[in-house]
DNA sequence: CATAACTAGTTTCAACAGCTACTAGTTGTC
DNA sequence: GACAACTAGTAGCTGTTGAAACTAGTTATG
């Protein structure tokens, strides 16, 4: 048999990108779904109003910095939940670009129950892993994340 | 302070099912970068042209089993690989509904030029990982991917 | 205080994704 | 061997994404 040329072939099933983006879309379907059950939400509205929860009074700006979204959806994304009435916006007065977001209580209760639901992902995740694994896995990932960004 | 509520709120920027879509989107854009300076391929056309290589003689419907892509998806990036003569697809004399796929020469040449990029971001994940955890994380992502498919 | 450079957010448009319905070919059953 | 049930792959439709251009408000500079 030829000896192996300097380029490594692929196994797609074990690459690693590919892996990635196999459980990624495993995780968006799920997410996605609890999304539009519990609120009619789609994905990008389920981002931002998580991203008020986590910080409220985070601008549209703030969701784009924290999020892979681009500024377009996030507008989108806002403008569909102030009109659902699901968010808020509260325009600064020293600055009249901005405006503060917030859920409402309506918001809230969808949110609860979507979160809930996604938390699930969440334990199946981990139950997947080993327990010495388990509280290691977000430092890993925000690893990865930031080795990737820089 | 009031005591918690049993709903625990979500940190986003720590939550597993959130780092696993940052991190494949930052992957998927790289990637999509790469496909499209080395060969003009648009990312599905690249899964396509990976899941091939990795096992030729694959059929359209092989490259759906094993991708996260639907059926309509892979067709059209099948036929625009057979279009740019990076692929042809031999049909079966047994099944005539079924056609193999195979990479031509010059499908190789641009499968290895953007499969040597991709694999820098494999390197680049891996380093972000203790050696220890390097020789893990395919059989990690692979159990979490099962659990969720389940 | 006028103007240039910058930032927050919106809109637009082409490309792409994800359904569903459809066509063509195959297998099983009576 | 005809007809129903099934599978591989395609086509059409609608909504969403992502990039870029644009608007409106703000800051810095002369």
Redo the contacts with the bound molecule.
């Keep these: 048999m030829a000896v192996n040329k300097k380029s490594k072939k692929i196994i797609l099933e074990a690459f690693l990108p590919y892996q990635i983006t196999v459980l990624a ?1 495993l995780v968006a379907r799920r997410t996605a779904a609890a999304s539009k059950t519990h609120g009619g939400l ?3 509205q389920w981002r931002v109003l998580a991203a008020v929860a986590t910080d409220p009074g985070r ?4 969701v784009v910095a924290v999020t892979p ?11 569909g939940l102030l009109d659902m009435r699901f968010l808020v916006r509260n325009a600064s007065q ?6 503060h977001l917030y859920m409402t209580r309506k918001g809230e209760q969808v949110y609860e129950a979507i979160a809930s639901e996604v938390q699930k992902v969440e334990e199946e995740l981990l139950s997947a892993l080993a327990k010495s694994d388990q509280k290691k896995a977000g430092a890993i990932f925000a690893k990865m994340i930031s080795t990737l960004m820089e």
Tied chains: 1, 2.
């Design positions: 879309d789609n994905l990008s601008t549209a700006n703030d979204m681009d500024k377009g959806i996030v507008s989108r994304a806002v403008k020293q600055d009249g670009r901005i405006g």
